[in-house]
Structures are given as C-alpha cells and as structure tokens.
C-alpha cells in the first residue's frame, strides 16, 4: 500500500470541551445519497474513543503547504487535552468539530455507522456541511514521505 499515493487529511472532534485530531490518508468518497464518507481510526488512537463518543466530527484536506500540521498529528503520544493547542482552527459551523484554517477543503459530519476493521474501526459519516478553500496543491503521501500534487 506505500505504493499508492494519497491525500492527507485531518479528522477531528471535539469531545468534552477537548479538542482531537488525527492525520488520516483512508478518507473515501461513500455515497452521493445520501452523501456519505469514511475515514479509519485506529482503536488505540487518541481520536478514537472520542470521535465515537461524540458521533461528529470534521475533516480538513491539507494543502501541500501543511505538512507540518500533518506531521503534528500523526504524532504518537501527542497531549490528549485540547491536541489544536496552537493550531489555525475554527469551530465548524454545524458540528462545533475543529476544521483547520487554510484547508483546500472541510466537511463535517454525523457518524452513520461503524465496523470493525481488525485494529482499526471504519467510522462512515453523513456529511452535513463542506467548503472549498483555495485552489492550491494538494499534500500527498507515497512511500512514507508527503508530497504534493504540484510534484
């Protein structure tokens, strides 16, 4: 699979008053109707419990530009209090859930269903609400390295 290039996103929630994130590259396209997607959380993530709990969360798609945003949490061990702590991040407008400032694009979303997928559960979501940001390349992942759509 580290020969397919993907597109990074971030999924988050906010649970509590505390605000989770997590670098994804399993975001997929679902359904047109009802509009649907799906993203894999791995069961020990800090996201996990959270995202479940919650039943809304949000999606970013970074530009090539936030590599290091990506990085910052795709980072293991990460705090688990308020893990957007000097992040660019706004509440979204219908879940409340973080969406990242500079994204190329967000969603929110409303868990549709869950499955098990061995160490990971598949989280589908019904998407409530999305945006379009800039039209700037896009940050890819190939063989355990970012790219960019631009390469």
Known sequence: MSR??????????????VRYGM??????SVSLEPTLMLF???RDASLHGPVLEAG???????PATQQDVA?????????????FNGQ?????????????EGAL???????WATYD?????IVVGEVLDLGCGDDAPGLLYLRGSYGTTAD
């Open 71 to 83: 990085a910052w949490f795709a980072t293991r061990g990460r705090p688990g209090v308020d893990q």
């Open 4 to 17: 397919y290039a993907t597109g990074v996103s971030v999924v988050a929630t906010a649970h509590e008053g």
């Open 88 to 100: 660019h991040a706004h509440p979204g407008a219908v879940t409340g859930a973080p969406l990242l």
């Open 40 to 42: 894999c959380c791995e």
């Open 56 to 62: 809304t969360w949000g999606v970013s798609v970074l």
């Open 105 to 111: 694009a967000w969603f929110e979303c409303r868990t």
């Open 117 to 121: 997928g061995g160490d990971h559960t």
């Open 23 to 28: 670098t994804v590259n399993s975001l997929t």
